[in-house]
């Protein structure tokens, strides 16, 4: 069992910059493929970012390229995501999820975490 502890969220202007971070205490942590999902009011769980376990190569969904970033730290067993540029829709409950393979949607991954609120007010 794989346990996913978020942190980082809060309240933000728009235009602000916020950090996640997801850290466990699994060992293995280099060994799982990595997301970002977030879900807004009222709206299903969608894919934000994700980093395959091995290479470390990034994938994101059109509504944030090129102003978030993920990142993983193997060595402390922590993948982050960095917000920038906030929009007001950008407000959500992010989850972190781990998975083995690297995929966009949330059903390839087997361990989430319990969710960090985000919200941009404008």
């Known amino acids: 069992q794989v346990q996913l502890v978020e942190s980082g969220g809060g309240l933000v202007q728009a235009g602000g910059s916020l950090r996640l971070s997801c850290a466990t205490s699994?060992?293995?942590?280099?060994?799982?493929?990595m997301a970002w999902f977030r879900q807004p009011p009222g709206k299903e769980r969608e894919f934000v970012a994700g980093?395959?376990?091995?290479?470390?190569?990034?994938y994101y969904a059109d509504s944030v390229k090129g102003r978030f970033t993920i990142s993983r730290d193997n060595a402390n067993n922590t993948v982050y995501l960095q917000m920038n540029s906030l929009k007001p829709e950008d407000t959500a409950v992010y989850y972190c999820a781990a998975g083995s393979s690297s995929g966009r949607r949330y059903d390839e991954y087997d361990y989430w975490g319990q969710g960090t609120q985000v919200t941009v007010s404008s």
């Open positions: 980093i395959s376990r091995r290479l470390g190569i990034t």
């Open positions: 699994q060992r293995t942590f280099s060994t799982y493929a």
